[in-house]
């Protein structure tokens, strides 16, 4: 009997060790870790905070209902403080200290390519979302091998510089200049609206640029300046934005302006006052304050009536739901971060008025632009 019961101790240890040897990493029976880096000091902090708030309420009220297939929603959060150095760094120490199954909602292109090329792009990990509108993140996974663990749900910066070049251009606009982020958002940027121009037979009248994290805009506002451009199309985020309108405006230049969904509309009226007013904003997320659209009304209600709506948390909210999708369509059993990737590639869902859809050979989700004018009091109106 003795023997009998080494035995049987022995098959139990092995079975349990074969368990533990074909657990995912992240996940256990009742949970699931999740990892992000987004700019919560810095420059792009707001967005960052935004971001890392409605994620982590919507993960709270998942969980509060019984969590994804039984397992509770757990979030771990870095700062980068918009430094892409960093946001790689802390992809690499989410994936081999905290241990998370998969990543979402970074903030930032060049801190999302440079971390699916340097960190969770070889150690195959997926990432759910991000903000950012980069052509690197929407290439065919045959072209990178890492893009295949890269689902992006927004459109990319190229058509939201197609939506606004050819509005400027139907305008009967001529002389449009670019002030761009001397990085890859500004550049994807600053390529696709010369793209869409050269559409309409037009080229940039004047490009200059500022750096990552900088308001040196001395030499950029000569530049455009020079040009009197009838229209400038500015690829930056607000603090260097703001600075462009108030230096051209002060040279009693008073172009139409027009921005990118990444200059956060709120702050840039908060930076401006009622300066900001008639400033264009390509969005890529429905209208927040939309009361017919179901995923609007969902949202509204998820925030409450004592919240702010924004695009940024409306983003925020849309990642959210999509990284629950698809882990839910991953399965309860052996769940694994390739059952995950195959989930996210077998989406083609309409969440409410705004669709998503992926392949095996197209991990970008969305073409939506929509062009809104920063109106009366702050208010943006579509």
Same mark, same amino acid.
């Given at each position: 009997?003795?023997?009998?019961?080494?035995?049987?101790?022995?098959?139990?240890?092995?079975?349990?060790?074969? %368990?533990?040897?074909?657990? /995912?990493?992240?996940?256990?029976?009742?949970?699931?870790?999740?990892?992000?880096? +987004?700019?919560?000091?810095?420059?792009? &902090?707001?967005?960052?905070?935004?971001?890392?708030?409605?994620?982590?309420?919507?993960?709270?009220? +998942?969980?509060?209902?019984?969590?994804?297939?039984?397992?509770?929603?757990?979030?771990?959060?870095l700062d980068d403080a918009y430094d892409p150095e960093k946001a790689v760094a802390n992809t690499t120490?989410?994936? /081999?200290?905290?241990?998370?199954?998969?990543?979402?909602?970074?903030?930032?292109?060049? @801190?999302?390519?440079?971390?699916?090329?340097?960190?969770?792009?070889?150690?195959?990990?997926?990432?759910?979302?991000?903000?950012?509108?980069?052509?690197?993140?929407?290439?065919?996974?045959?072209?990178?091998?890492?893009?295949?663990?890269?689902?992006?749900?927004?459109? &990319?910066?190229?058509? /939201?510089?197609?939506?606004?070049?050819?509005?400027?251009?139907?305008?009967?606009?001529?002389?449009?200049?670019?002030?761009?982020?001397?990085?890859?958002?500004?550049?994807?940027?600053?390529?696709?609206?010369? =793209? @869409?121009?050269?559409?309409?037979?037009?080229?940039? *009248?004047? =490009?200059?640029?500022?750096?990552?994290?900088? =308001?040196?805009?001395?030499?950029?506002?000569?530049?455009?300046?020079? @040009?009197?451009?009838?229209?400038? +199309?500015?690829?930056?985020?607000?603090?260097?934005?703001?600075?462009?309108?108030?230096?051209?405006?002060?040279?009693? %230049?008073?172009?139409?302006?027009?921005?990118?969904?990444?200059?956060?509309?709120?702050?840039?009226?908060?930076?401006?006052?009622?300066?900001?007013?008639?400033?264009?904003?390509? %969005?890529?997320?429905?209208?927040?304050?939309?009361?017919?659209?179901?995923i609007a009304k969902e949202y509204q209600h998820f925030i409450g009536k004592q919240g702010t709506y924004?695009?940024? *948390?409306?983003?925020?909210?849309?990642?959210?739901?999509?990284?629950?999708?698809?882990?839910?369509?991953?399965?309860?059993?052996?769940?694994?971060?390739?059952?995950?990737?195959?989930?996210?590639? *077998?989406?083609? %869902?309409?969440?409410?008025?705004?669709?998503?859809?992926?392949?095996?050979?197209?991990?970008?989700? *969305?073409?939506?632009?929509?062009?809104?004018?920063?109106?009366?009091?702050?208010?943006?109106?579509?």
């Amino acid at each position: 009997m003795k023997a009998i019961r080494l035995i049987l101790s022995a098959c139990l240890l092995g079975l349990t060790a074969c %368990q533990a040897a074909f657990a /995912e990493t992240g996940v256990t029976d009742t949970s699931i870790t999740l990892g992000m880096s +987004v700019p919560l000091t810095g420059p792009a &902090s707001a967005h960052g905070q935004e971001l890392k708030a409605v994620i982590g309420n919507y993960f709270e009220q +998942v969980n509060k209902s019984g969590g994804v297939n039984g397992r509770k929603l757990q979030l771990t959060v870095l700062d980068d403080a918009y430094d892409p150095e960093k946001a790689v760094a802390n992809t690499t120490t989410l994936i /081999e200290t905290n241990k998370v199954f998969a990543l979402l909602g970074y903030y930032g292109s060049t @801190a999302l390519t440079d971390a699916m090329n340097k960190a969770f792009g070889p150690a195959k990990v997926p990432m759910i979302g991000g903000i950012s509108g980069a052509m690197s993140l929407r290439q065919p996974p045959a072209g990178n091998p890492n893009n295949r663990y890269m689902f992006i749900q927004r459109a &990319s910066y190229a058509d /939201e510089a197609e939506a606004i070049g050819t509005q400027l251009a139907t305008l009967g606009l001529k002389n449009i200049a670019v002030f761009y982020q001397n990085d890859g958002f500004g550049k994807a940027g600053l390529e696709g609206l010369t =793209t @869409a121009l050269k559409k309409h037979n037009l080229t940039p *009248s004047a =490009t200059a640029s500022v750096e990552r994290n900088s =308001t040196d805009i001395g030499k950029a506002v000569e530049v455009i300046a020079k @040009a009197a451009p009838q229209a400038v +199309v500015m690829v930056t985020l607000f603090k260097p934005t703001a600075a462009m309108v108030k230096a051209l405006r002060k040279a009693n %230049q008073s172009p139409m302006f027009m921005v990118l969904s990444p200059v956060g509309a709120d702050q840039l009226t908060q930076e401006l006052g009622a300066d900001a007013r008639g400033i264009g904003i390509s %969005q890529v997320m429905p209208y927040p304050w939309n009361d017919t659209l179901p995923i609007a009304k969902e949202y509204q209600h998820f925030i409450g009536k004592q919240g702010t709506y924004s695009y940024m *948390s409306m983003e925020g909210f849309i990642i959210a739901k999509l990284a629950v999708e698809a882990i839910r369509k991953a399965g309860a059993k052996d769940l694994t971060r390739e059952k995950l990737v195959t989930a996210l590639e *077998s989406i083609n %869902q309409d969440f409410g008025g705004y669709r998503i859809a992926f392949s095996p050979s197209n991990h970008a989700g *969305s073409q939506f632009v929509q062009l809104t004018v920063i109106g009366a009091g702050g208010k943006l109106i579509k």
